[in-house]
């Protein structure tokens, strides 16, 4: 599974971004599509995530200020964020969760993927 992630860049704090992300390649099915992030000097941080079945969960820190949603039909999932805030200034990582295909187009083993990172810088 490739991924691509478009929309970092610059805001000012208070302001609003969309990261999208989009899967391609070959494989079966995917199963959870999400977004981590990861500030200097800190680890990799689950940002939000959301489920074939649509079930989303948020970090509690974006939480009412984050939107995750995907689009299954084109593979993609996007991240709204909005009222922005410094410390969400980081890499953020999109990451698919899909099934290689199987015999008979089956699901087959779990295929894990990282798009290349996109960096939003919120300033004060």
């Known amino acids: 599974v490739q991924l691509q992630a478009f929309g970092g860049g610059l805001v000012q704090a208070g302001g609003s971004l969309r990261l999208s992300c989009v899967a391609s390649g070959s494989f079966h099915s995917i199963n959870t599509m999400a977004w981590y992030r990861q500030a200097p000097g800190k680890q990799r941080e689950l940002v939000a995530r959301i489920a074939n079945e649509g079930n989303d969960a948020y970090a509690d820190s974006v939480k009412d200020r984050f939107t995750i949603a995907r689009d299954s039909a084109k593979n993609t999932v996007n991240l709204y964020m909005n009222s922005l805030k410094p410390e969400d200034t980081a890499v953020y990582y999109c990451?698919?969760?899909?099934?290689?295909?199987?015999?008979?187009?089956?699901?087959?083993?779990?295929?894990?993927?990282w798009g290349q990172g996109t960096l939003v810088t919120v300033s004060s």
């Open positions: 990451y698919v969760g899909a099934f290689a295909v199987g015999k008979g187009w089956s699901p087959g083993r779990r295929l894990d993927s």
